[in-house]
């Protein structure tokens, strides 16, 4: 009861921690609650079946399941037949897909799902695609398409398959996207199986059938029912969400980080304003373990209640975000926002958790206060820096230093998080050490006022001189919001910088055809550019370990040999394999075929890590497109089949860069945004509650003869300068790890990138903190100051 007495008593200086502690779950529960609504879901042309088998999970190198090994036609049709004989299955689907896309007047239909639109006519029975006009195809040369393409039966639609165009006779439509055509000619687009579809027959068991299904397959694959036929996704569907939840996980990460900073800091701050209070309550003999055990409800009630009114906004704010992210393209089509228990529960674990530890250290602090520190000002301990501080703080800052020199050598794949990580380190490296060096400069930069007589300049630097770790608990939420800001703009503008630059160095004085339009390059679009490179990538597992392999077709005739394979070091490390030896290597159609390992040459992208003759791709997986072309610069590049371009060096490094660009600098400006406008909340709120709490310092400076303007002035100008200084460490924490990541993409691209800083986001984010904390310090300065003018005679 004294707790929640003590909390309402003391409202106005809890009401920081309050707001942070919401702010931060609010935050934190949308980014959940979105995550979780990301979730897999069963897509419509698989609604109608009750279970589907699938083959044997492969994995990566590392052990992470990834893609199915497909059955080969010779395996999947005994498996078919024996689970059409399964008691209660209506009908057993061979599912196929496979690239297929419309070609009207000249350009290709604007599909998303065109690598796998293409299915045989079969798997309508699947999903409620039914016949709304015609009839099944029955020839290799008619298709049944979907009735928004407006096209009528008895047409003719030209079609766009992995070998090229191709005229076919419309003979029906249905009530739903894709294109359907014989079995036959599903079955050499994609002779692999990787899925059979189960549909029960009326008022057949599910879990019966399942079972019995199960039994049939034994240990050659899986069944799935339920949920689980979401593990079918169409390859866009998939990368959307991969990028929505890459997104998300990257807020909810920032969030996290910045919601305990703060949090931990303002508590840190409005516990050391009550020093005279505790040291009162310890001479009529409250125990230490009773002021700590104060110290924690307290921060236990605040950010309970803030974590309940976070809960609330962050729910609320959920279609909001999913809406930002539906406009960033990263959000799959079915995406449904969707409020389970444990987002709530998680969020307000982080915020009750988040608050209870930051006043942890504060109530060590606070059970150490002496009866007679009550006679003293809350100020007398906040000199200096303790032993475990500095211990604390170097240690933080050589950890951060080691991550920022790690940001220049890391892999491509790990270098934006390495940044973000040192930069995390090295800016609760440079909270801790502040107090240390804050009353020097601030001596520093109020030196040349001193000389005009005015007592402010003497004022603000005694206040940081007599109270540096007040000064660093204000200082510590600028450095977050600058830090941030310059950090995350930088990467984007070294990135701009660093890969046209390195790409365009790689292609030049090539022509590049690229698809537009088109998922890749058909095999009509590589005849028409006979000389170049042409690599065709598809997905092939080693069969003694069942990892699945990125294996590349050349026509480059250094690899374009029949039976071999050319392996990148890393590749051949990961898979236990020397120069010389033999690999077995299953194919997408089914097929084993043993390769032997001719060279291992070092690392190189553009080769590619597992290497192979084109043909040999092009015989196993029918279904595959063709990557970007390269044509060199004495040989004639072709862009007449409609569904290419043609690119020189520079256009083309600029198009791959912008393609991905955009989304780069959405992620960038919303994690911006989350960082530092979170950080100038707590700035102005760290100001209000410091201003509040030295209302009777004013009250003695007023009875000195001081004015309000003076006052109120004085107020200002600590201000401004605790918010300069945070934002000049903020902006030196960030210089190590994006230098290091400047030097990491010099090196990876053979382009001179030096480091790069977006100054109109630093301005912005300096003066979003400066404002913020100027006027919530002089709002509450002038309120505390009302009173006395009221007083006064």
């Known amino acids: 009861m004294l707790i929640l007495a003590n909390v309402r008593e003391r409202w106005s200086s809890f009401l920081g921690a309050f707001v942070a502690v919401l702010v931060g779950v609010a935050l934190i529960t949308t980014t959940l609650v979105l995550y979780d609504s990301a979730r897999p879901r069963t897509q419509p042309r698989y609604a109608g079946t009750a279970a589907l088998a699938l083959p044997q999970q492969a994995h990566d190198v590392d052990g992470s399941p990834e893609d199915r090994i497909p059955w080969s036609k010779a395996e999947a049709a005994p498996l078919a037949a024996g689970l059409g004989r399964v ?29 796998e639109s293409g299915h045989g006519y079969d798997s309508t029975l699947m999903g409620p695609y039914g016949l709304v006009a015609g009839r099944a195809p029955r020839t290799d040369g008619e298709v049944v398409v979907g009735r928004d393409l407006r096209v009528v039966v008895g047409s003719e639609l030209t079609v766009n398959l992995t070998q090229g165009r191709r005229e076919f006779a419309v003979v029906g439509l249905v009530d739903g996207p894709g294109y359907y055509f014989t079995e036959a000619l599903a079955a050499r687009q994609q002779p692999g199986v990787r ?12 879990g019966a059938l399942v079972s019995a299904a199960e039994k049939v397959l034994g240990d050659r694959g899986d069944v799935v029912s339920g949920d689980g036929r979401a593990e079918l996704q169409p390859q866009y569907i998939a990368h959307k969400r991969f990028l929505g939840v890459q997104l998300i996980s990257a807020m909810a990460l920032l969030s996290l980080f910045t919601t305990v900073f703060v949090v931990a800091s303002m508590l840190v701050l409005a516990t050391g304003m009550r020093r005279r209070e505790i040291g009162l309550l310890r001479t009529i003999g409250a125990a230490p373990q009773q002021v700590r055990r104060m110290i924690l409800g307290e921060a236990a009630v605040v950010g309970l209640l803030g974590s309940l009114a976070g809960c609330v906004v962050g729910v609320a704010a959920a279609p909001v975000l999913r809406n930002i992210l539906d406009g960033l393209d990263v959000t799959p089509p079915d995406l449904r926002v969707t409020v389970a228990a444990w987002p709530l529960l998680t969020g307000c674990a982080v915020g009750v958790g988040v608050s209870v530890i930051g006043a942890w250290t504060a109530g060590r602090k606070a059970a150490r206060v002496a009866p007679v520190e009550a006679l003293l000002d809350s100020r007398a301990a906040n000199q200096g820096m303790g032993r475990g501080r500095w211990t604390a703080g170097l240690v933080v800052l050589g950890a951060g230093a080691l991550l920022a020199v790690g940001t220049a050598t890391t892999s491509a794949d790990d270098r934006v998080n390495m ?16 107090p240390a060096f804050i009353g020097p400069v601030g001596r520093f930069l109020t030196a040349p006022f001193q000389r005009g007589g005015s007592a402010a300049p003497v004022l603000i630097r005694a206040e940081l001189v007599a109270n540096p770790r007040r000064a660093a608990s204000l200082a510590a939420p600028v450095i977050a919001a600058v830090g941030f800001a310059v950090l995350l703009s930088g990467m984007v503008e070294t990135m701009r910088v660093a890969y046209p630059a390195g790409e365009a160095l790689k292609v030049a004085g090539q022509t590049i055809v690229t698809p537009d339009g088109t998922p890749g390059n058909t095999d009509e679009v590589v005849a028409a550019n006979p000389v170049g490179k042409a690599a065709l990538p598809t997905r092939a597992f080693v069969t003694e370990d069942r990892t699945v392999l990125d294996v590349l077709g050349s026509r480059d005739q250094r690899w374009n040999k029949p039976g071999e394979a050319v392996l990148g070091k890393h590749t051949a490390s990961d898979l236990g394999v020397k120069q010389g ?6 194919f997408a159609d089914g097929a084993t075929v043993t390769l032997r ?20 791709v092009r015989a196993h997986d ?3 497109l063709t990557d970007d072309i390269f044509v060199p610069g004495d040989a004639k590049a072709s862009g007449a089949i409609p569904g290419t371009a043609l690119h020189d060096a520079a256009e083309y490094a600029l198009a791959d860069y912008e393609t991905d660009a955009r989304l780069t600098d959405s992620l960038a400006m919303m994690l911006i945004v989350i960082a530092v406008g979170y950080s100038v909340i707590a700035v102005a709120n760290s100001m209000a509650t410091a201003a509040h709490a030295r209302r009777r310092d004013r009250e003695v400076m007023r009875s000195a003869g001081g004015t309000d303007r003076q006052l109120l002035l004085t107020a200002i100008g600590e201000t401004v300068l605790i918010v300069l200084i945070g934002a000049a460490l903020g902006i030196l924490v960030t210089l190590p790890p994006l230098a290091g990541m400047a030097s990491g993409l010099a090196q990876a691209n053979s382009a001179t990138v030096g480091l790069q800083l977006d100054t109109g986001t630093l301005a912005t984010a300096v003066l979003g903190t400066l404002v913020a904390a100027v006027l919530a310090g002089a709002a509450v300065t002038a309120r505390t100051l009302r009173p006395s003018r009221r007083a006064a005679p």
């Open 87 to 115: 008691p209660g299955v209506g009908h057993v689907v061979t599912d196929r897909s496979f690239y297929a896309q419309a070609v009207v007047g000249g350009e290709p239909v604007t599909d998303e799902g065109a690598l």
């Open 195 to 206: 899925a059979i579809g189960l549909v029960a027959a009326q008022g057949a068991d599910t």
């Open 419 to 434: 940044a973000i990580l040192a930069t995390m380190t090295l800016i609760v490296a440079a909270a801790l050490l502040t």
């Open 581 to 586: 030896e033999r690999v077995p290597v299953r």
């Open 597 to 616: 390992v001719t060279r291992v040459l070092p690392d190189d992208p553009a080769r590619g890590d597992f290497v192979v003759a084109r043909d040999l």
């Open 622 to 624: 029918p279904a595959a």
